[in-house]
């Protein structure tokens, strides 16, 4: 299973500070058993959201929804009617539910609310593309819903590298170029303001390169929710 845990919530008041209308978004899938983005935590969120925004004198109205599972297309349906209701969506599903809900409704501004931080086995047979490297540091809000840390050979995060031609990748002429599609998407949102940041080297150790990973949920969480 894929665990996760949700983002502060001063940083997800930032994505969604130009909006007066949001849907929040969980998934009772992994996210849900690791008490990160299921029913409960859409409510709780949903609350925290709007008291925050409250005091600060910028009310905002939510929308709470929770699919059984934000990996499969067929789940994802009822984003076409959100679409027109609101102005953005904030997703509990791991990292892989935001990147596929942006793919599919690439009008739809969907953000992270959690941060995708490791994953357990998955015993089934079956074929997988890889969206989410589960790094710990969740940008996808900053590139349009697709992971360049997933999806680029080289994990970079200022842009292409010069083996990148005519929006392919140099590894396979099959392979669209990550940046080359983050910059499409942005484009279309008029968003290109966001290449403008420049990222450090990346920190790696939220990924697992400090050791091995655990979350465990504290009595102080248990107790405030």
């Keep these: ?5 949700r983002k502060p919530i001063k940083q997800i008041l930032e994505m969604i500070e130009p909006y007066a209308k949001v849907a929040i978004v969980g998934c009772r899938g992994c996210v849900a058993i690791c008490s990160a ?3 409960r935590e859409v409510e709780i969120l949903a609350s925290a959201l709007r008291l925050a925004r409250k005091n600060n004198g910028k009310p905002l109205e939510t929308v709470e929804k929770t699919f059984t599972r934000q990996c499969d297309p ?4 009822p984003l076409a009617e959100l679409k027109e209701e609101v102005e953005a969506v904030i997703s509990l599903a791991c990292g892989v539910g935001v990147n596929l809900a942006s793919e599919l409704y690439p009008d739809l501004k969907i953000y992270p609310g959690v941060n995708t931080t490791f994953y357990g086995a998955n015993p089934a047979l079956g074929k997988w593309e890889e969206m989410c490297r589960g790094c710990g540091d969740c940008i996808l809000d900053l590139t ?6 997933a999806r ?3 994990n970079l995060l200022n842009g292409p590298c010069g083996g990148s031609q005519n929006g392919k990748c140099e590894i396979s002429p099959d392979t669209p170029c990550v940046w080359q599609l983050i910059y ?11 290449l403008a940041q420049i990222w450090a ?5 939220p990924a697992g390169y400090g050791g091995p990973r655990k979350r ?4 102080l969480e248990l107790n405030k929710n």
């Excluded at 499409?184 to 966001?194: F, V």
């Design 74 to 77: 067929e789940y994802l349906t």
């Design 216 to 219: 465990e949920r504290s009595d």
């Design 152 to 154: 680029c050979a080289k």
């Design 37 to 39: 983005g299921g029913d």
């Design 201 to 205: 080297p990346k920190n790696w150790i």
């Design 1 to 5: 299973m894929i665990v996760a845990e």
């Design 144 to 149: 349009g819903g697709i992971c360049p840390i």
């Design 184 to 194: 499409d998407r942005l484009k279309a949102r008029g968003e290109l303001e966001k």
